[in-house]
């Protein structure tokens, strides 16, 4: 069974790339619009190879990108869980923000980005801001609903048995809006993630995976292209796969509260 579940979403991916690699090698698709699989390969494994300050290249864009995706995320998801609880627990607080939230969250971080440059001016601090603004929305939006929707009975049983307020949040609000808390930090993260990339388009100086793809794009390297969309998204997934997924079956997995 295990087997089978390692196999069943590599099947359709591996007979997409193979479906692509034949086409561009039958000349179905022209190879300096539409590259291969094999040949966006070896062109990332060069730039992997080539040398900078002792580093590679490719590794040096990468930990960047990793570098301002933490940050921004770190800022987003512990700012937007705090201000999501406020919001939560304080009717007042809630009438107050939610009409600027519903405002602001559907504005792309792109869209946000020439003002912070003109703030800020160009590199990490406006990158990191602007994801990080970008990330704070999804999570205060969803901690926000999930306080909202506890059943105020238990915090009256937990009350009754001498809870203290430190006490009833923790043990109490904490567990039951967990799931949301979850869905807005994915949500957050992907969010960040996006905006990280497309920012760099515009403000990174010379490092960075958005810096490459664009890089690349300004000289019509399709492989570069290709190969700078492939690896964000394999990074991404490995970051959901490696880091929220376990986080989640020690919690809210192991709570009951969803189907593992």
Not at 26 to 31: A, F, I, K, M, W
Not at 138 to 152: E, I, K, L, Q
Request: net charge positive.
């Amino acid at each position: 069974m295990s087997v089978r579940k390692f196999l069943l979403p590599i099947i359709p991916i591996a007979g997409f790339l193979a479906l692509w690699q034949i086409l561009a090698a039958t000349g179905v698709l022209q190879p300096g619009i539409f590259s291969s699989p094999s040949a966006i390969l070896k062109e990332m494994l060069a730039i992997w190879s080539e040398q900078v300050d002792g580093r590679s290249v490719l590794l040096a864009h990468l930990l960047v990108t990793l570098k301002r995706l933490f940050l921004a995320s770190m800022l987003g998801i512990l700012a937007g869980i705090a201000v999501g609880f406020c919001m939560g627990l304080s009717q007042s607080f809630y009438r107050f923000l939610d009409p600027l939230i519903t405002i602001i969250m559907p504005i792309p971080g792109i869209a946000m980005a020439p003002l912070f440059i003109i703030w800020m001016g160009f590199g990490d601090a406006t990158i990191i801001t602007v994801c990080a603004v970008a990330t704070f929305f999804p999570v205060a939006y969803n901690t926000c609903t999930g306080v909202r929707s506890m059943d105020h009975r238990l915090v009256q049983a937990a009350y009754i048995m001498g809870a203290n307020r430190g006490t009833v949040m923790t043990q109490v609000y904490g567990p039951w809006s967990a799931v949301y808390v979850f869905t807005g930090i994915k949500l957050g993260l992907a969010r960040c993630w996006r905006t990280v990339i497309a920012v760099e388009f515009i403000v990174a100086a010379d490092r960075g995976l958005g810096y490459m793809i664009w890089d690349a794009a300004s000289y019509l390297r399709a492989s570069i292209v290709f190969g700078g969309i492939i690896l964000t998204a394999l990074i991404f997934a490995s970051i959901e796969k490696g880091m929220i997924r376990p986080l989640e079956r020690v919690t809210i997995e192991k709570w009951g509260m969803v189907r593992n």
